[in-house]
């Protein structure tokens, strides 16, 4: 089974603040790999597919990258609504699924 | 825009025995993959398993295989996910989702609070 990994657990940031986040895979996986934001309360919501699509409507200052077994998101400058966890997502080809353990965003 | 509408938040012992649902638009039903999501308190998201409700085709996590089973009706466009007998650590937030594009949920449901408690 692909093991997901998050970096780091938690962040503070202030806004207007670049955020960066990293998701490891245990193996490669290619391009398989979402992102989702999840806010206090709510159900999630897909931000990037395909590790470095965005999902129409979504604000252009999310951005991701990687292929293979290392991936990075990044918010470019850290709005208050962005206040979130975050989790990365891969899928296989044997309909298996699995999210990272998420990153907790919270302004400092 | 996909709706997904799930059934109510539920209290139950252990032992008992539950079904919570997720009502699905039919053209999505008759498509897509629809998965769910577990969260228990605080904690984060874990893939339970997927039924692709044209055929009942059904996949499971290995760690909910066997302990949980996802269904489909296709006269009433519903996916269930059940349990035959519940635990206390079964309590958590549920949510369902539809398979969008490489794997990934779009459309989420609203989550139905399962609480087993004694």
């Known amino acids: 089974d692909v093991q997901m990994t998050q970096s780091p657990s938690s962040l503070s940031a202030s806004v207007g603040d670049r955020v960066t986040i990293t998701c490891q895979a245990s193996q490669d996986i290619s391009k398989s790999l979402n992102w989702y934001q999840q806010q206090p309360g709510k159900a999630p919501q897909l931000l990037i597919y395909?590790?470095?699509n965005l999902v129409r409507g979504v604000p252009s200052r999310f951005n991701a990258t990687g292929s293979g077994t290392d991936f990075t998101f990044t918010i470019s400058s850290l709005h208050p609504e962005d206040i979130a966890t975050y989790y990365c997502?891969?899928?296989?080809?044997?309909?298996?699924?699995?999210f990272g353990p998420g990153t907790k965003v919270d302004m400092k | 825009e996909v709706q997904l509408l799930q059934s109510g938040a539920e209290v139950k012992k252990p032992g008992e025995s539950l079904k919570i649902s997720c009502q699905v638009p039919?053209?999505?039903?008759?498509?897509?993959?629809i998965g769910w999501v577990r969260q228990m308190s605080g904690k984060g998201l874990e893939w339970v398993g997927i039924i692709y409700p044209p055929d009942s085709d059904t996949r499971y996590n290995p760690s909910f295989e066997g302990h949980v089973t996802i269904a489909a009706d296709r006269s009433t466009y519903t996916v269930y996910l059940q349990w035959s007998s519940l635990k206390a650590s079964d309590t958590a937030i549920y949510y369902c989702?539809?398979?969008?594009?490489?794997?990934?949920?779009?459309?989420w449901g609203q989550g139905t609070l399962v609480t087993v408690s004694s």
């Open positions: 395909d590790a470095s």
């Open positions: 039919g053209d999505s039903f008759n498509a897509y993959w």
């Open positions: 989702a539809r398979d969008w594009y490489s794997g990934s949920y779009r459309y």
């Open positions: 997502q891969q899928y296989d080809d044997l309909f298996q699924f699995t």
